[in-house]
């Protein structure tokens, strides 16, 4: 089954204290998400990666912000299950293609959506969604390129997600919302397994 299909929502997560990452994916895991892509923003990122993948094992985990070939190679080492990258380069296309693991590469232009076509990619993240014209650019990619589908990230909301699912074009959306900073930082899991069920009932 593709990555897209697995959630509707996909949380972009931060870890800042690595001793948050195994119970913010539990609750994740909870609350109906299983898929959680855990962006390389931090020092403690890859080593967070790891530890969901071995304790929480109903979790899809995979590393965000993924931008060079040594970022490919850490994040596979760390036990990742999937890469997603915030744009494609041509050197960033080819360490991916070769790392044997699903990938949403970043695209945010027709030419770049066509250029990852071109080498047989039909899945990819779409981002900045809103600042690179949301729902409505989408809407356009579609008659031109039926065949690709993305998961739009950036600048969603909880009230906008549901236009964006609504696209035939779109399998799910990446959210940052579902773990707030301070949620966090205080050890609210409910709350983020609240926000969680909530992302989880929008399809």
Do not use: H
């Not at 696209?167 to 959210?175: A, D, E, F, K, R």
């Amino acid at each position: 089954m593709s990555l897209l299909d697995l959630a509707p929502v996909v949380p972009v997560v931060v870890i800042q204290d690595l001793e948050t990452a195994v119970p913010a994916a539990r609750a994740l895991v909870s609350g109906g998400l299983p898929v959680i892509e855990v962006t390389l923003r931090t020092d403690c990122a890859l080593e967070a990666i790891g530890r969901i993948r071995a304790e929480v094992p109903q979790a899809v985990v995979g590393a965000g912000t993924v931008r060079t070939p040594a970022d490919v190679e850490a994040a596979a080492a760390a036990g990742a299950a999937f890469l997603v990258t915030p744009g494609t380069t041509p050197l960033l296309a080819e360490a991916l293609g070769a790392c044997g693991l699903p990938c949403l590469p970043g695209a945010a232009t027709a030419s770049e959506v066509m250029a990852l076509a071109e080498r047989g990619i039909t899945e990819m993240k779409f981002f900045p969604a809103e600042a690179a014209g949301g729902v409505a650019y989408l809407k356009s990619l579609a008659g031109p390129l039926p065949e690709v589908r993305f998961c739009p990230t950036g600048g969603i909301r909880p009230e906008t997600a549901p236009d964006y699912l609504a696209l035939p074009n779109v399998g799910c959306v990446g959210g940052t919302w579902l773990t707030p900073a301070d949620a966090l930082a205080s050890g609210d899991y409910a709350r983020i397994e609240k926000l969680a069920a909530e992302a989880a009932a929008l399809r």
